[in-house]
């Protein structure tokens, strides 16, 4: 082998030069890439994990509704008999108030994210005083009762007032026994 002239030493130089930059341009191209999907992933943890303490602060918090509703249940009721002690209370705290019922109108079960649900559609008369002594009776968070549509106008006569609304009891459906079927036995 023969020994390399100045020039071709210097361009022997330059050529390995250049590939060791090349190498190390690629390199530092894959590091790099490899540096930012990490800071993705770190970023994308993050968010993950401070949505999960929010959840966890969120069930902390709702420890005291589980409790509540744990200790008053909602009632249990077939459908009818839902729909018959709602008109009963109903009536019950429309007579206690002093106010007559216009117009009464049973709406059907329904059932919803809450439970199942009956409605009356109702049509009061009487002293406003009466209508907010009603409602105060009515709406109450053990008796899984709701207000879902009150309309009040003046009445002819100043101290009252026309009332609609529309009263919501929750209940779970119940099966009584002897309402289910029975096997046959032999």
């Known amino acids: 082998m023969r020994t390399l002239a100045a020039n071709e030493k210097t361009l ?23 540096r930012d999907g990490l800071q993705k992933a770190i970023i994308k943890s993050t968010a993950e994990l401070t949505l999960d303490k929010n959840w966890i602060a969120l069930g902390n918090s709702l420890t005291p509704a589980d409790a509540w509703i744990n200790s008053h249940p909602m009632p249990c009721f077939l459908p009818d008999e839902a729909s018959a002690q709602l008109l009963k209370s109903e ?17 059907p079960s329904q059932e919803t994210t809450y439970g199942t649900t009956v409605a009356v559609s109702v049509k009061l008369t009487g002293p406003f005083e009466g209508v907010v002594k009603m409602l105060f009776s009515l709406q109450n968070p053990t008796a899984w009762r709701t207000i879902k549509k009150l309309t009040l106008k003046s009445d002819a006569q100043p101290p009252n007032v026309v009332t609609d609304l ?6 779970q459906p119940s099966i009584h026994p002897e309402s289910s079927p029975t096997p046959n036995h032999p």
């Open 12 to 34: 022997l130089l330059l050529l390995c030069g250049a590939l060791f930059i090349a190498v190390n341009m690629a390199g530092l191209r894959s590091f790099l890439k490899a």
């Open 91 to 107: 009536r019950d705290a429309a007579e206690l108030a002093g106010l007559k019922v216009a117009e009464e109108n049973l709406l």
């Open 166 to 171: 529309e009263l919501h009891q929750y209940f």
